[in-house]
């Protein structure tokens, strides 16, 4: 199912994100979790890329077999950093013959160890260039994009990165996700900006539900993310407890996506971490 099949015209898509599991002898539990996850009928499962591109090839096979398997759309994650034009040409033919429908194009997080990008001779600097690449040669894909409520943590002020991010629309890009944030107060004045930039992709808001609070603040310190003091405190009383954690972060996340629904998002993207229990449980509280 194309992004335009997903999202607009009143629609409601729901996304949930993985990625492929090392080594791929796991892909069985990947599999159980997205098996538990379908009751909740999502619109598409979206697959993350490796950091430096390290697994493209990997990602699209895995995305082809979601498909076949699950009968659901699967979104590939597709990062330009490290390859020159020609190999991401090659990588997008081969997504194309796997039946894949929609890219997330992305310049990509620098591989293990890398502290910052480094440029490909031949290649990118930056995901407009890749949206611009794909629209040329596939013009029937899918293409959505990366947003961020709290800035991209490179990037100098809030006012460029958006300007960049319309740079990604421009070049023919259907959808934004944002990075995940825990306060909605980002995504709504972000939201605003983005609308008065004239910005036409659906934005659509990142929720990760938190499920073990020290990986999130692995992930957020990284990220920029924020996460609110008092969300902090109610996780830091129940850190012995994974039970009334995981209840902590279920609630949280429910609030956030109940408050965004009431506003008219025209979808939601769960972070998922290949774990069910935690999306099923606010999938099912947001009445799906
Ligand atoms: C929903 C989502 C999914 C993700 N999935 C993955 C994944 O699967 N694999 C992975 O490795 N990473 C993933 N990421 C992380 C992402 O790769 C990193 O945040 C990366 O650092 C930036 O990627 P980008 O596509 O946003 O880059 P860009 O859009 O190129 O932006 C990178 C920086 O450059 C600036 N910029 C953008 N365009 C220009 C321009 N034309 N001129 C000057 N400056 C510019 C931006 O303001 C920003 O600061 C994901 C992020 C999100 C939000």
Redesign the pocket.
């Known amino acids: 199912m194309h992004f335009n099949e997903i999202y607009g015209n009143g629609r409601f898509g729901i996304s949930i994100e993985v990625f492929p599991p090392k080594p791929p002898a796991v892909d069985k539990s990947l599999f159980l979790a997205i098996e538990r996850l379908m009751k909740y009928r999502p619109d598409c499962i979206s697959c ?2 490796g ?1 430096g591109g390290s697994t493209r090839g990997r990602t699209i096979e895995l995305c082809g077999e979601i498909q076949k398997r699950f009968s659901v759309s699967a979104t590939s ?1 597709f ?1 330009c950093i490290g390859s020159s034009k020609d190999q991401l040409l090659e990588t997008l033919s081969f997504a194309k013959k796997s039946g894949i429908q929609n890219i ?1 194009a ?4 620098p591989p293990q160890g890398d502290s910052s990008f480094r440029f490909t001779e031949g290649g990118f600097k ?3 260039e890749l949206v611009a690449l794909i629209r040329e040669h596939f013009p029937e894909l899918g293409i959505a ?2 947003a961020y409520p709290e800035k ?1 943590v ?2 100098p002020d809030p006012k ?2 958006l300007e ?1 991010l319309k ?2 629309v421009d070049a023919g890009a259907d959808v934004a ?3 995940l944030f825990f306060e909605n107060k980002y995504f709504f004045n972000f939201y605003e900006r983005y609308q008065a930039a004239g910005i036409k992709a659906h934005l659509i808001p ?1 929720i990760m539900p938190i499920i073990d609070f020290s990986r999130i603040q692995q992930i957020t310190s990284m990220c920029g993310t924020r996460i609110p003091e008092k969300l902090a405190a109610r996780f830091e009383a129940v850190k012995d407890d994974p039970k009334a954690s995981l209840k902590v972060g279920v609630e949280h996340a429910v609030h956030q996506c109940q408050e965004l629904i009431a506003q008219g998002v025209p979808g939601i993207h769960l972070y998922a971490l290949n774990l069910s229990r935690a999306c099923r449980q606010v999938l099912e509280a947001i009445g799906r």
């Not at 992305?106 to 997080?109: A, H, S, V």
Request: charged residues 20%.
């Open positions: 993350t890329c950091a994650h990062t997330l992305l310049r990509g997080d930056h995901a407009n994009v990366a991209h490179e990037a460029t990165d960049n740079r990604k996700y944002t990075q990142g």
